[in-house]
């Protein structure tokens, strides 16, 4: 198996060696600022010239503004079309049984303390406002209607199943349809007076519209205080506001892998200039480049890059793998491989094999052969030492710094000019 990569030092620049690498190419990582926002900062490395021209400090107060207006765009509707509805259906629907919940227990309770939960506290304020009459009228709601086999297995489950594809209004309304369908159907109900009937009804409806109410607002401002952040993961919806911020398509490799992440979502991919970071360690991102002639390091790629289409194609069109890059074959699931399997067994072993370790990697224990073979720097270094690379660089080069193969250990990495800031 591949030695899996490790977590390189902020600003440090090493080979990479990976099967998606072409006869010319040789493929680069760079260290990014790894305090939870290592996702954001390995982007910005690649695409933003304003944020690699500051030091440390500069470019996680950069991040941290950029998390902040990204925030600052979703609006409610955003919100509940990401991921078809998904990203705010689950965490709504939770949130409503979780505020069920701690309201049932708190109207069983019998020591007249505090709702647990700050979104149950708000709750029981709109509706009991310290009336103990109110108090009373709620709790025989409670009682007329069983959180467990009421609200949980019948009203909730038929609203969400007849809603599975529409919006939390549509969620909304069929809860509150559901408990009168219910509560119509007890035939206790059915035996008191029809003035208090309908009152009953309407109260019913006011305590199911002030919980889905607070639950709506409670997991959209949990969403987006998440996204400002800087100790919150990315997921696929994060990667997505930021693919569409910065207008570039994002491809993940695995480090362990080397490879394309193939659980990586590819909905946010469109054909657009791309950048490439790595998965290291299962709790970090770097940036993936390319070393150009001249040591020079291209870190964005067009779209018909050729290591960008043997991305996509693992990706999106495993089935044509064999045909355009045979090579890859023995790297795809068993099902696309169509070669005899044990020779695929033997090729990916010995390709494995060739890539078990980076050699300039090892070389910064400067106890190997190869020592001095990377480039290795600190954001202090690089500021006082200037930009060693040209301003009008063409666009394969526009996002490059100067990275000598064969400098010291503690050669400075002089980063070139990156297309506008963000």
């Known amino acids: 198996m591949p030695t899996k990569v490790k977590i390189l030092p902020v600003n440090k620049t090493v080979v990479f060696n990976s099967p998606l690498e072409g006869d010319e190419d040789t493929l680069v990582r760079t260290g990014t600022i790894g305090e939870g926002s290592c996702f954001?900062?390995?982007?910005?490395?690649?695409?933003s010239k304003e944020y690699c021209a500051m030091d440390r400090k500069g470019r996680m107060k950069f991040v941290k503004r950029l998390r902040a207006s990204m925030a600052g765009n979703v609006t409610r509707y955003s919100w509940e079309e990401m991921g078809g509805g998904l990203i705010a259906k689950i965490p709504y629907q939770e949130k409503v049984y979780d505020i069920l919940t701690k309201f049932y227990d708190f109207m069983s309770s019998s020591d007249g303390g505090d709702a647990r939960g700050r979104s149950t506290r708000r709750v029981v304020k709109k509706l009991i406002k310290?009336?103990?009459e109110n108090l009373e009228l709620y709790r025989l709601i409670t009682e007329l209607i069983p959180l467990d086999e009421?609200?949980?297995?019948?009203?909730?489950?038929n609203a969400y199943d007849n809603t599975s594809d529409m919006k939390i209004e549509d969620s909304?309304?069929?809860?509150?349809?559901e408990t009168i369908k219910y509560i119509n159907a007890k035939s206790e109900f059915n035996i008191i007076d029809?003035?208090?009937?309908?009152?009953?009804?309407s109260v019913i409806t006011n305590f199911n519209t002030t919980i889905m109410n607070e639950a709506e607002s409670s997991t959209f401002s949990s969403y987006v205080k998440n996204l400002q952040s800087v100790e919150a993961n990315v997921d696929t919806y994060t990667i997505g506001l930021i693919s569409d911020r910065i207008e570039r398509d994002i491809y993940i490799i695995d480090g362990s892998t080397r490879l394309p992440y193939r659980n990586a979502s590819v909905e946010n991919l469109q054909f657009r200039k791309s950048i490439i970071?790595?998965?290291?360690?299962?709790?970090?991102?770097?940036?993936?480049?390319?070393?150009?002639?001249?040591?020079r390091i291209q870190r964005e790629f067009d779209k018909g890059d050729p290591i960008i289409d043997k991305i996509y194609t693992m990706l999106v069109k495993p089935d044509k793998v064999a045909e355009r890059y045979p090579s890859l074959v023995p790297y795809l699931p068993r099902e696309y491989q169509h070669s005899d399997d044990?020779?695929?067994?033997?090729?990916?072993?010995?390709s494995e094999s060739e890539q078990e370790s980076d050699k300039y990697y090892d070389s910064?224990?400067?106890?190997?052969?190869?020592?001095?073979?990377?480039?290795?720097?600190?954001?202090e270094d690089e500021q006082e030492n200037g930009d060693d690379g040209p301003s009008n660089g063409e666009d394969d080069q526009e996002n490059s710094d100067d990275d000598p193969r064969n400098g010291e250990e503690d050669q400075e990495n002089s980063e070139d000019d990156q297309s506008g800031g963000y």
């Open 172 to 177: 909304k309304k069929a809860v509150i349809k």
């Open 342 to 350: 044990e020779e695929s067994d033997d090729e990916l072993n010995n």
């Open 194 to 201: 029809p003035d208090k009937a309908e009152y009953l009804r």
């Open 364 to 379: 910064s224990d400067n106890d190997s052969e190869y020592e001095g073979s990377y480039v290795g720097s600190d954001i």
């Open 150 to 157: 009421g609200y949980n297995q019948v009203i909730l489950k």
């Open 40 to 47: 954001f900062h390995s982007v910005m490395c690649a695409c």
């Open 130 to 132: 310290g009336d103990v």
């Open 277 to 295: 970071v790595v998965w290291v360690e299962k709790n970090h991102y770097e940036v993936v480049g390319r070393l150009l002639p001249g040591n």
